[in-house]
């Protein structure tokens, strides 16, 4: 038999709380929690007052190759990066802090923020399995997001070479 902590029992608790106030999937919590599934479905049901959303979690790399969920996740994933450098902490809890500082940024920019808690744990994922980086700018120096193929002496970010529609859609946030 083994003993529990009640210490990392509640860490987890409090962990899995402020995933699900953040607006994570269920599948997040599972992953990043030793907390069993129906134990989670009752947790969530008490914090936010609903069930979980159905469904599978946003998979493809593409939406993070558009113009502006770029900018966005570059954004949080530039925090990300910094926060693990200067930090020790548990990964979730440094994507937790990071997607956190993510909306900081944006409310006060005034911006909607495109990236949600579930789809940024999703892209940390993707770069930690090598199927996004990030790379420098050849312009403004920042780092972003792009597929692992992209050539570094020749890429120039969305900021510093806009599309040709953007901002001019109803539902610009640049």
């Not at 902590?5 to 962990?15: D, N, P």
């Not at 008490?46 to 996740?73: C, R």
């Not at 990300?80 to 020790?88: S, T």
């Not at 495109?114 to 789809?119: A, D």
């Amino acid at each position: 038999m083994r003993t529990k902590s009640l210490l990392t029992e509640a860490k987890q608790i409090e962990r899995a709380v402020t995933l699900i106030n953040l607006g994570a999937r269920l599948q997040v919590l599972e992953s990043e929690t030793d907390m069993s599934y129906e134990r989670l479905l009752r947790l969530y049901k008490e914090v936010s007052g609903k069930s979980p959303s159905k469904g599978q979690l946003p998979f493809s790399t593409d939406w993070f190759m558009t113009w502006q969920p770029n900018i966005h996740a570059s954004l949080f994933l530039n925090i990300h990066e910094y926060l693990n450098k200067a930090a020790e902490i548990d990964e979730i809890d440094t994507v937790i802090k990071a997607y956190q500082l993510y909306l900081e940024q944006t409310q006060s920019q005034g911006l909607e923020p495109l990236l949600s808690v579930t789809r940024a744990w999703r892209l940390v994922k993707f770069i930690d399995n090598g199927m996004l980086t990030m790379t420098k700018c050849s312009k403004c120096s920042g780092h972003f997001v792009t597929h692992p193929h992209e050539i570094p002496r020749h890429f120039v970010c969305g900021l510093c070479n806009p599309p040709a529609r953007a901002g001019k859609g109803k539902a610009s946030g640049g």
